[in-house]
């Protein structure tokens, strides 16, 4: 069983939404396995947060679990009840439990479904089966085949087509519930939820990505190494990019149907040297002096 994705967070239960996407962020940047290569225990502390965030972010799942209809995980958890304690309970002829259906009201309908006396014999297509597969960003944006295991232990392979988004459903058919009297089964529906990257966020189909260049190439321009989903690439910086410029990549976004992609939008953030660096401090003063030399002289 998952632990409590509040403690996982390490958040209280009255965090706001805000709260524990800080709280992610904070803990991806430090767990995450692009950052950490070859530390397993990173990489499972990382799956747990991602679990965690990926419940707790999302508002519904997030009430549900606090009501404990569903588990850490995920999952439903069992409703408990039989149809013995309807009988005992003098309720109405409403009832629920675990054997798959649920809420026939009447006695005749449930007689015709599976057959009255024993007159007739029931075809029935399988339910569908649902279930919840999280993803990596980088999967979701370049695909990857991915194995989920059912309930009753079997692994199911899932392939995740290039380009999905956060909560899309993906149909495996003929592999849900087993059908009732020969007929067809039903389908697994899988929803995907995307694990948040470190860097990258994405928008409809476009990627955007901060990247930090030196005080010396904002001023003078320059190529310089992109990260995008599918590797870095070379882009040219034009002289005097202040930090917020927005540069674009065409088609270094997520894939579109018909092969076409998405764009990169890269914003620039100017950064200084990491250690003081007297010859710049140098240089400043000296164009500081000049520019106000120059501000006089003109009257302003």
């Given at each position: 069983?998952p632990?409590?994705?509040?403690?996982v967070?390490?958040?209280?239960?009255?965090a706001?939404?805000?709260?524990?996407?800080?709280?992610?962020?904070?803990?991806?940047?430090?767990?995450?396995?692009?950052?950490n290569?070859?530390?397993?225990?990173?990489?499972?502390?990382?799956?747990?947060?991602?679990a965690?965030?990926?419940?707790?972010?999302?508002?519904?799942?997030?009430?549900?679990?606090?009501r404990?209809?569903?588990?850490?995980?995920g999952?439903?958890?069992?409703?408990?009840?039989?149809?013995?304690?309807?009988?005992?309970?003098g309720?109405?002829?409403?009832?629920?439990?675990?054997?798959g259906?649920a809420?026939?009201?009447?006695?005749?309908?449930?007689?015709?479904?599976f057959?009255?006396?024993?007159?007739?014999?029931l075809r029935?297509r399988?339910?569908?089966a649902?279930?919840?597969?999280?993803?990596?960003?980088?999967?979701?944006?370049?695909?990857?085949?991915?194995?989920?295991?059912?309930?009753?232990?079997?692994?199911?392979?899932?392939?995740?087509?290039?380009g999905t988004?956060?909560?899309?459903?993906?149909?495996?058919?003929?592999?849900g519930?087993?059908?009732i009297?020969?007929g067809?089964?039903?389908?697994?529906?899988?929803?995907?939820a995307?694990?948040?990257?470190?860097?990258?966020?994405r928008?409809?189909?476009?990627?955007?990505?901060?990247?930090?260049?030196?005080?010396?190439?904002?001023?003078?321009?320059?190529?310089?190494?992109v990260?995008?989903?599918t590797?870095?690439?070379?882009?040219?910086v034009?002289?005097?990019?202040?930090?917020?410029?927005?540069?674009r990549?065409?088609?270094k976004?997520?894939?579109r149907?018909?092969?076409?992609?998405?764009?990169?939008?890269?914003?620039?953030?100017?950064?200084?040297?990491?250690?003081?660096?007297?010859?710049?401090?140098?240089?400043?003063?000296q164009?500081?002096h000049a520019?106000?030399?120059?501000?006089q002289?003109?009257?302003?």
């Open positions: 069983m632990a409590d994705p509040y403690e967070l390490g958040v209280k239960k009255d706001s939404a805000d709260d524990i996407q800080k709280a992610y962020r904070a803990l991806a940047k430090k767990l995450h396995p692009d950052l290569p070859g530390n397993k225990k990173s990489e499972e502390e990382f799956k747990d947060v991602s965690a965030y990926a419940l707790l972010s999302d508002p519904e799942k997030r009430a549900r679990f606090d404990g209809e569903i588990d850490a995980s999952q439903e958890r069992p409703q408990q009840r039989y149809y013995r304690d309807f009988a005992d309970s309720g109405s002829r409403n009832y629920s439990s675990d054997a259906f809420d026939f009201a009447d006695e005749d309908l449930f007689a015709d479904l057959g009255r006396r024993g007159r007739g014999n029935m399988g339910a569908d649902h279930y919840q597969l999280e993803v990596d960003f980088l999967d979701a944006i370049n695909g990857a085949k991915r194995q989920i295991t059912l309930p009753e232990g079997e692994a199911l392979e899932v392939g995740i087509p290039p988004r956060e909560a899309q459903v993906l149909r495996l058919r003929g592999k519930r087993p059908g009297g020969g067809p089964p039903g389908d697994a529906l899988i929803e995907i995307v694990r948040p990257h470190p860097q990258f966020t928008e409809g189909d476009d990627i955007h990505v901060e990247l930090s260049i030196p005080l010396d190439q904002a001023v003078l321009g320059g190529r310089v190494s990260p995008t989903p590797g870095p690439v070379t882009m040219t034009p002289k005097w990019s202040n930090s917020g410029t927005v540069l990549l065409k088609g976004g997520a894939p149907r018909g092969g076409a992609h998405g764009d990169e939008y890269v914003t620039l953030k100017v950064m200084l040297p990491e250690k003081p660096d007297p010859e710049l401090e140098k240089l400043i003063a164009w500081r520019q106000a030399g120059a501000r002289s003109t009257g302003s």
